[in-house]
């Protein structure tokens, strides 16, 4: 299983960034996938999640200002961050998993991760 996520980056508060996790094609179609996020010392957060038949959720936090959406020419989970503000600075990782409803949403509930990719909003 392989999963590769890029475009995080330096943006400015009010800004916007397009986060990218690129999976193997039998993960792509077979496992839920999902973006968490992690700031230093603390725990990793849900984001959303979406795939194997399930609807996209949304952690509330971020209703609203992410969208999650599929290119499935490209094996791509895309995760649209707008409206940037510095709180949204950290380290955010693609996941696949087989979640069961309960662990939808936490780490528990994905077995593969990406290697991360650091967002840095400045004021």
């Known amino acids: 299983v392989q999963l590769q996520a890029s475009g995080g980056g330096l943006a400015q508060a009010g800004g916007s960034l397009s986060l990218s996790c690129v999976a193997s094609?039998?993960?792509?179609?077979?496992?839920?996938l999902a973006w968490f996020r992690q700031v230093p010392g603390k725990e990793r957060e849900f984001l959303a999640s979406?795939?194997?038949?399930?609807?996209?959720i949304y952690a509330d936090s971020v209703k609203g200002r992410f969208t999650l959406s599929k290119t499935n020419a490209k094996n791509t989970v895309l995760l649209q961050v707008n409206n940037l503000t510095p709180e949204d600075t950290a380290v955010y990782y693609c996941?696949?998993?087989?979640?069961?409803?309960?662990?939808?949403?936490?780490?528990?509930?994905?077995?593969?991760w990406g290697q991360g990719t650091l967002v840095t909003v400045s004021s």
């Open positions: 979406t795939g194997n038949s399930r609807p996209t």
């Open positions: 094609g039998a993960t792509y179609y077979s496992h839920t």
């Open positions: 996941a696949a998993g087989r979640p069961i409803m309960s662990t939808m949403r936490t780490v528990d509930g994905y077995l593969y």
